[in-house]
């Protein structure tokens, strides 16, 4: 990434913390663009992201298996406290360097992927409740990159689902591009 893993989170993080926050407790059970989860679900998904992110960061072992209930009481200040942390773990540069050895990965990658599902799980969100989504422009320009590299494996490996057969325009061309590139709708929901 030619921008500071830190740098894109701060940009991405008020736009995905300001959608948590509007997220009401009657919509927790409604259905998202992804379709194994509900808002609840992915709520709870992305939480474990955000804390799990901060230990890759550090180059420590995580636990993916394990699916805590985040949404106690507070959970909408935690979450803004939790992606400060994760903003925070990623600010040293030495977080940039070597393989991650538990994803296998490059350190830039890592920091990518707490990036990317920032910025897309914030857009699901948001979609699923109503409420308007502006990413941050300088990250969707470094996630093109990202999904480009990461798609065919992690389109084997269920992570993505496959592109629309035909990419439906939205207001934001680049958002909507990485939305289909990760299986998403850009549209969604659609009428059958």
Same mark, same amino acid.
């Given at each position: ?104 990965? $490059? ?29 941050? $422009? ?26 629309? $057969? ?27």
């Amino acid at each position: 990434m030619s921008t500071q893993t830190s740098q894109l989170l701060a940009a991405a993080a008020p736009r995905t913390v300001n959608v948590v926050r509007g997220v009401s407790d009657d919509q927790l059970d409604l259905p998202t663009p992804c379709s194994d989860y509900l808002v609840r679900d992915l709520l709870n998904h992305l939480f474990q992201v955000v804390v799990n992110f901060q230990d890759l960061a550090e180059k420590r072992q995580v636990e993916w298996a394990e699916k805590p209930d985040h949404l106690g009481d507070g959970w909408r200040d935690r979450f803004e406290v939790e992606t400060g942390r994760l903003i925070d773990a990623w600010s040293d540069p030495s977080t940039l360097e070597g393989v991650s050895p538990g994803m296998g990965m $490059p350190q830039p990658v890592i920091g990518g992927m707490a990036l990317l599902d920032l910025t897309v799980h914030g857009w699901d969100l948001a979609v699923a409740t109503g409420q308007p989504y502006h990413p941050a $422009p300088e990250a969707v320009a470094e996630l093109h990159a990202l999904v480009e590299q990461l798609g065919p494996t992690a389109r084997k490996m269920g992570v993505f689902a496959d592109p629309p $057969p035909t990419p439906t325009p939205t207001p934001t061309p680049d958002l909507a591009h990485l939305l289909t590139q990760t299986g998403r709708t850009p549209t969604w929901p659609q009428s059958p």
